[in-house]
């Protein structure tokens, strides 16, 4: 035990900056769940802060939430920039919803200008239950630790039936491809710590409009029926033994 915390135990400091955590987390999830209960048809985007406007992921992810924005849906992300900002631009563009939930971070997160609504947040595990809790699909671009970090707590979530399977769909085939094709030939073929199972949970959609069709028919799915818009046999598999 580090000497700063045994003061800290021992003066008492530290019971007293519990306490103040505690009710900070309780109102970030208040004033969360208080924005996000009102919405509806939400899609929740995940994705790098560093890309512009010219990279073609940003492009892609643009255009996507330009395509749900117009059929209807509510586009929630975590309000900065990068992929953030695109699926807000996109959904801001089509006169939908544009849902920003943003983290305070000493640098690169701002809030993007093409949120209708947004809230902060201090602690990434609040924010994190938010952009998940009401979605109808998840869609992931490419990004950091960050993004890796958001799509296997849902993956885990699902494959733990602690939430029902819902779209995973990942967008950008140079990024994803590999990825998956690791946790295919390691994670699940060599140490067999998954089943086969598991692969399905996600989606690698090769198009744009592949993604909003995805989205699209998990509307007249059955409950629990991943096969419904997943297919029976995950696209990178697919592309894996095409190869």
Same mark, same amino acid.
């Given at each position: ?9 021992? !003066? ?31 899609? !929740?985007?995940?994705? !790098? ?192 033994? !095409?190869?």
């Amino acid at each position: 035990m580090s000497n700063g915390i045994k003061s800290d135990l021992e !003066s008492g400091h530290m019971g007293d900056q519990f306490g103040w955590r505690i009710f900070r987390i309780m109102a970030e999830f208040v004033d969360g769940f208080q924005l996000i209960l009102g919405l509806k048809n939400t899609v !929740s985007f995940f994705g !790098s802060a560093r890309f512009d406007e010219n990279d073609h992921h940003y492009k892609e992810a643009r255009e996507l939430a330009q395509k749900l924005g117009k059929a209807g849906y509510t586009i929630v992300t975590g309000g900065g920039p990068g992929i953030m900002e695109a699926g807000n631009r996109g959904a801001m563009e089509a006169g939908a919803e544009s849902v920003g939930l943003n983290i305070q971070l000493p640098k690169e997160q701002r809030l993007n200008p093409y949120t209708t609504r947004s809230q902060g947040f201090h602690y990434f595990f609040t924010r994190k239950v938010m952009l998940s809790f009401a979605a109808q699909a998840y869609v992931f671009f490419p990004g950091g630790f960050g993004t890796l970090d958001e799509l296997l707590e849902l993956v885990v979530l699902v494959q733990t039936k602690k939430i029902d399977p819902l779209p995973i769909v990942l967008i950008g085939k140079d990024f994803w491809r590999p990825f998956l094709q690791w946790i295919e030939e390691h994670v699940e073929k060599k140490h067999g710590a998954i089943d086969r199972k598991d692969l399905g949970i996600m989606h690698l959609a090769q198009t744009v409009d592949e993604a909003f069709e995805v989205i699209q028919n998990a509307k007249l799915c059955p409950p629990n029926a991943s096969k419904c818009w997943y297919g029976y046999q995950p696209h990178h598999v697919r592309d894996a033994k !095409s190869k």
